[in-house]
């Protein structure tokens, strides 16, 4: 995993230790790519959460992230207990139902929890979910994600947003095995600065 750069940082409280979010590329491809489909209405979708350790959680891949048949307005996108219900549904098919922890929705313009978006997240504690993470959008890329734990007592924070990419091992290794056998050490190991060698000058 190669962290790429930080997509939102709340400011940091003293004591508190902020739970990240990472979001691969494809992940964030595939919301943006909703979002950003030619309808003036907000959309609401799902996502299967990945975790490690007590405070890092992962969305793997365009794949993790889905929408649901719904209904919304140019302003709302209200998750009622039908709209959850299928994406619990399509967890069940996928096998991944413990998985289900992310509920994502895009603003018109400035991305921000409002008091809708509030009343979701206690929908989904109500629901007997032991935690849930939120993720609002726009359309300019601007991201602010919470985690919300909601048992054994109640707790909610905004999260850091961060964007990864998987390395491929293949690549790895065949990166590895061609320095090996073609990269020569410059001068007892250190390479000439600004540029590469071709016969025996230095090109920048």
């Not at 750069?5 to 902020?18: D, F, K, M, N």
């Not at 504690?125 to 994600?145: P, Y």
């Not at 065949?174 to 025996?200: H, I, N, Q, W």
Request: aromatic letters at 8%; one cysteine or more.
């Amino acid at each position: 995993m190669q962290l790429l750069h930080t997509l939102a940082s709340p400011p940091e409280v003293p004591g508190l230790i902020r739970p990240k979010l990472l979001l691969s590329q494809g992940a964030l491809d595939m919301i943006a790519t909703y979002v950003n489909t030619p309808v003036a209405t907000e959309i609401n979708g799902f996502g299967f959460i990945g975790r490690v350790g007590s405070d890092v959680f992962f969305v793997a891949s365009a794949q993790d992230v889905f929408i649901t048949q719904q209904t919304v307005t140019a302003g709302s996108a209200h998750v009622n207990g039908s709209a959850y219900a299928l994406a619990l549904d399509h967890a069940v098919e996928c096998g991944r139902d413990a998985e289900l922890r992310l509920q994502w929705h895009s603003h018109p313009s400035d991305a921000y929890f409002s008091p809708t978006d509030m009343t979701n997240i206690d929908n989904f504690g109500n629901a007997g979910g032991e935690w849930f993470i939120s993720l609002v959008t726009n359309r300019d890329g601007d991201i602010h994600a919470r985690f919300d734990r909601f048992r054994p007592e109640r707790f909610g924070v905004e999260m850091q947003v961060q964007l990864y990419r998987e390395v491929d091992a293949g690549l790895e290794a065949r990166a590895r095995e061609d320095v090996e056998k073609l990269v020569k050490t410059f001068g007892g190991g250190k390479r000439p600065r600004g540029g590469v060698v071709l016969s025996g000058t230095t090109t920048k």
